[in-house]
């Protein structure tokens, strides 16, 4: 059974740095890419980048760029996602999500939320 | 980046109703183009992918179709758990997105 587990829940203060975990199983890790999702409360879906597992290479959509970095570490199958720069938008459920064979995005984790407050 | 736009954002339906999605891209994208639906709290959950084809274990009453620009996702006859929010996703250039979400709801 393919398992993505993300870390806890984090407070943070603007301007500090947040880094989430998201450990896999069930598959080859290397396999497929591994996708960042932000959902902001009562908001839709937005994706934030990818990276692939094999090569460490990785894509940011460009509204985070510069502020996120997503990384892979296959000795222990875990994704991260790094955002710097904190501010009160960012509050938001931020969720890995891997590609299947067939499905882009077809596994996802249980969602890590993020608030940032003074 | 491609940008998604979904439509409606938001609509009212009735249970055995016919519900009718549609996301334009604004560059064609051939069909890499996935639709989830997503509940209050919860993971979103795959639906169709390559832009017609159903998910195993997804109700037959759901169906995707179009390519380039243009995509629909339908639901022939609207069940009570059909009520929820849904995205469209497309994969074919080198930074993805969703659309904005539509949200299904009961009148």
């Known amino acids: 059974e393919v398992q993505l587990v993300q870390s806890g829940a984090e407070v943070k203060k603007p301007g500090a740095t947040v880094k989430i975990s998201c450990k896999v199983s069930g598959y080859t890790f290397t396999d497929y890419y591994m996708h960042w999702v932000q959902q902001a409360p009562g908001k839709g879906l937005e994706w934030m980048g990818l990276v692939d597992p094999e090569d460490g290479e990785t894509i940011y959509a460009e509204k985070f760029q510069g502020r996120v970095t997503i990384t892979a570490d296959t000795s222990t199958d875990t994704a991260y996602m790094e955002l710097s720069s904190l501010r009160s938008e960012d509050t938001a459920v931020y969720y890995c999500a891997a590609d299947s064979s067939s499905f882009p995005l077809g596994y996802w984790g249980q969602g890590t939320l993020v608030t940032v407050s003074s | 980046d491609i940008q998604m736009t979904q439509s409606p954002s938001a609509m009212s339906a009735s249970v055995g109703d016919r519900v009718t999605i549609t996301c334009r891209a604004s560059q064609g994208i051939s069909n890499y183009l996935a639709w989830f639906q997503q509940k209050p709290g919860k993971v979103p959950k795959r639906l169709i992918y390559?832009?017609?084809s159903l998910q195993s274990g997804v109700p037959s009453r759901f169906s995707g179709s179009g390519s380039g620009t243009e995509f629909t996702l339908t639901i022939s006859s609207l069940q009570p758990e059909d009520f929820a929010t849904y995205y469209c996703l497309q994969h074919n250039s080198y930074s993805w997105t969703f659309g904005q979400g539509t949200k299904v709801e009961i009148k």
């Open positions: 390559a832009a017609s």
